[in-house]
C-alpha cells in the first residue's frame, strides 16, 4: 500500500502544480521521500469551532445556530473517534446531531462496577506490593506531597494465564483512584489493515492523555513480538506498529499526570525496546497466589475460618480464576440439585471432579523435596522460599546457582533441575515424566543450560569459541550424546547428594502432602537439618 502510494506522489511530481499529501500518524515514508518531501504538519484537533463549521455548512444553515451550545467542550472533543463523528451527522437536524454528539463522546466507565481493590485482592507478593506501591505514589501526586516526575510510573505485569494481571491492574487504577483505559493488540489489529490499526492505537494514548490523570492498560503486551525476532513473516508489518507503539509511549509518559501498565504471559518475547526503564519502570511476575491469599479469597465466599483454611489447601496451586470457576460451577451444582452450597458441599465438589491419587501426590511431593533439598546443599537452607504441590503438579520457588557464571556454578544449577528425578528414583526406584514437558521444564532448562555452555558461554567441549544460538532440530548426534551423557551424571550427582537424608527427605513429602504448601520459615526446621545452620 505504502509502494502504490508513493508512486502516485512520484507522478504527481511531475506538474508544476501545489501538492497537499495527507498521511495517517504513525505512516513512514520511505527513505528517498523523507528526504525530498517538507517536514510534515500536524493537522489541529477537532473544537468547537471547526465542529459548528461543518455541522452548519452539512446541514446548509446561515448565522447563529441553536446547536452552537449543544456541543461538547474542547477536551471531550479531543477523544472524538471518527465514527463518531458519521453517526451523529446521520441526525436529521443540527440540533439532534449536537445532542447525539455529546452522547457518543461521554466516556465510558473505564473500571467495571465490579472492580476489587488492592485490599480487597489480599494479595501479598512482589507483583501486589509494586502495585500498591504505584497506588500510594499516585494518591501522593494527587495530595500535592510528591511530583509525576518523581514517582515510577509503569509497570509490566507476566505469569501464567488466569493469575489476574488484568483485575490486579484494576484494583491499581480503582485504588489510586484513576481512571483506566484498557487495550490491546488484538483489539486494535481488529479496527482493519495497518493504517487503522495504528489509528486505534494513537486514539487510545489520546483519549488516556484527554482524560489525564489515567492509566493505559495494555493488555497481551507480548502478542506485538519483537522487531528482531526469528519469525520473519510479516516483519515489516511488525516493525512499523511496535516503532509507533514505542512513540506513543514516549509521548504519553512524558505528560504529568499518565501511567502505564502492561500485561503478558511471556515476558522475553517482547521487544526490548517496550520493556526497558523508562517505558516500563519495574518488570514484576504475577505467580500463582500463596495460601493466604487463597484463604482471603474464599473467605469472601466462606465464613468460618477453620473451614476456609482447609479449602484453600485442597485449592492452592490453583490461579485465581481456576478457584473462581470452581466456585461458580460447585454453586450452580448445588442450585441445580436443590442442596445449599456450604464448605462441606465444596469440599464434596473438589474431591468428585479431582479424585484422590495418593502415589502420585506422594511422587510430586518427593519430587519437590528432591529440588528443595539440592538447593539447600549446594546454596543453603534460605535459598528455598517456597513449595506448592496440588493434586497434579508441583512447583519449587528458589535461588539460582548461577551468580558469576563459572563452570562449577552452571553444573550446581543443572543437579537442582534434575534433582526431583533424582528423589524419585532414590525413593521409588523409577522416574516419572514429570520433569518433562514443554517450555520451562526442568529438562527443557538443563538440556538448553548445557547446550549453552557449550555453544555460547564457552565452558564447554567447543572450548573458547561462539557456535550461536543452539538450534534443537539441527543437533548433530554427537551433541546429542553429550548432552545426554552429562545430564546422566547431574541427575547422578544430585541423587548422591540425597542419599544420606533419603529419611528426612520423605517426612518433608509426607509434611508436604498435608500443607499443600510451606513457605521459607516452614521448610527451615528440615532444610536447617541437612545444612548444619542455626
Known amino acids: 500500500m505504502r509502494d502504490v502510494f508513493e508512486d502516485t506522489i512520484r507522478e504527481a511530481l511531475l506538474f508544476p502544480a501545489p501538492m497537499l499529501i495527507l498521511v495517517p500518524d504513525g505512516f513512514e515514508f520511505s527513505a528517498p521521500l523523507r528526504r525530498a518531501l517538507p517536514e510534515a504538519q500536524r493537522l489541529a484537533p477537532v473544537d468547537r469551532q471547526i465542529l459548528f463549521m461543518l455541522i452548519t455548512h452539512h446541514y446548509n444553515m446561515v448565522g447563529e445556530a441553536e446547536h452552537a451550545r449543544l456541543l461538547p467542550d474542547r477536551e471531550t472533543l479531543a477523544r472524538l473517534e471518527y465514527p463518531a463523528l458519521l453517526m451523529a451527522l446521520r441526525a436529521p437536524t443540527a440540533q439532534n446531531a449536537a445532542r447525539k454528539l455529546q452522547k457518543l463522546t461521554r466516556p465510558r466507565r473505564p473500571v467495571r462496577e465490579e472492580a476489587l481493590t488492592l485490599a480487597e485482592i489480599g494479595g501479598n507478593s512482589a507483583a501486589h506490593q509494586a502495585a500498591a506501591a504505584l497506588a500510594a505514589d499516585v494518591q501522593a501526586c494527587l495530595q500535592g506531597t510528591a511530583s509525576w516526575s518523581d514517582i515510577p510510573r509503569s509497570l509490566l505485569l507476566y505469569g501464567d494465564p488466569g493469575t489476574g494481571k488484568t483485575m490486579l491492574a484494576q484494583a491499581t ?40 490523570p489515567c492509566i493505559v492498560f495494555i493488555d497481551e503486551i507480548d502478542s506485538f513480538g519483537s522487531r528482531d525476532g526469528r519469525d520473519q513473516h510479516n516483519s515489516n508489518y511488525r516493525r512499523q506498529v511496535i516503532n509507533v507503539l514505542l512513540k506513543e509511549i514516549d509521548k504519553f509518559l512524558a505528560v504529568d499526570g499518565t501511567l502505564l501498565l502492561g500485561a503478558c504471559n511471556a515476558v522475553d518475547t517482547i521487544d526490548p525496546a517496550i520493556c526497558r526503564p523508562g517505558r516500563f519502570d519495574k518488570v514484576v511476575e504475577l505467580g500463582r497466589p500463596h495460601l493466604r491469599q487463597v484463604a482471603h479469597m474464599l473467605r469472601q465466599v466462606f465464613t468460618e475460618p477453620e473451614e476456609v483454611l482447609g479449602l484453600a489447601r485442597l485449592c492452592v496451586g490453583q490461579t485465581p480464576a481456576e478457584i473462581d470457576a470452581t466456585v461458580r460451577a460447585a454453586k450452580a451444582t448445588a442450585r441445580r440439585e436443590g442442596i445449599p452450597f456450604d464448605a462441606s458441599y465444596f469440599t464434596a465438589h473438589l474431591k468428585c471432579n479431582r479424585p484422590e491419587r495418593p502415589a502420585l501426590e506422594r511422587r510430586i511431593a518427593l519430587h519437590e523435596a528432591g529440588h528443595a533439598f539440592v538447593t539447600a546443599l549446594l546454596l543453603g537452607a534460605s535459598a528455598v522460599e517456597r513449595i506448592v504441590i496440588t493434586k497434579d503438579v508441583g512447583m519449587t520457588t528458589r535461588g ?135
Not at 487495550?183 to 486494535?188: L, R
Not at 528414583?425 to 523409577?430: F, N, T
Open 400 to 534: 539460582t546457582a548461577i551468580i558469576e557464571g563459572t563452570t562449577h556454578e552452571f553444573e550446581g544449577e543443572m543437579a537442582i533441575l534434575l534433582a526431583g528425578r533424582a528423589a524419585e528414583h532414590l525413593v521409588l526406584g523409577d522416574v516419572s515424566a514429570g520433569s518433562g514437558g514443554g517450555p520451562g521444564s526442568d529438562l527443557e532448562r538443563a538440556t538448553r543450560l548445557q547446550l549453552h555452555c557449550d555453544q555460547v558461554f564457552g565452558l564447554g567441549i567447543h572450548g573458547p569459541a561462539w557456535l550461536g544460538e543452539p538450534d534443537m532440530a539441527r543437533l548433530s548426534r554427537a551433541d546429542w550424546d553429550r548432552v545426554r551423557v552429562k545430564l546422566q551424571q547431574f541427575e547422578q550427582n544430585a541423587r548422591d547428594l540425597l542419599a544420606p537424608h533419603r529419611d528426612l527427605l520423605e517426612s518433608l513429602a509426607g509434611a508436604l502432602i498435608l500443607q499443600r504448601e510451606m513457605n521459607a520459615e516452614e521448610l527451615w526446621p528440615w532444610l536447617s537439618q541437612i545444612t548444619g545452620s542455626n
Open 173 to 212: 487504577a480503582r485504588s489510586a483512584g484513576l481512571p483506566i483505559i484498557i487495550a490491546s493488540a488484538a483489539e486494535w489489529q481488529a479496527r482493519g489493515h495497518l493504517g487503522h490499526m495504528l489509528n486505534a492505537m494513537l486514539g487510545t494514548f489520546s483519549q488516556a492523555a484527554a482524560q489525564r
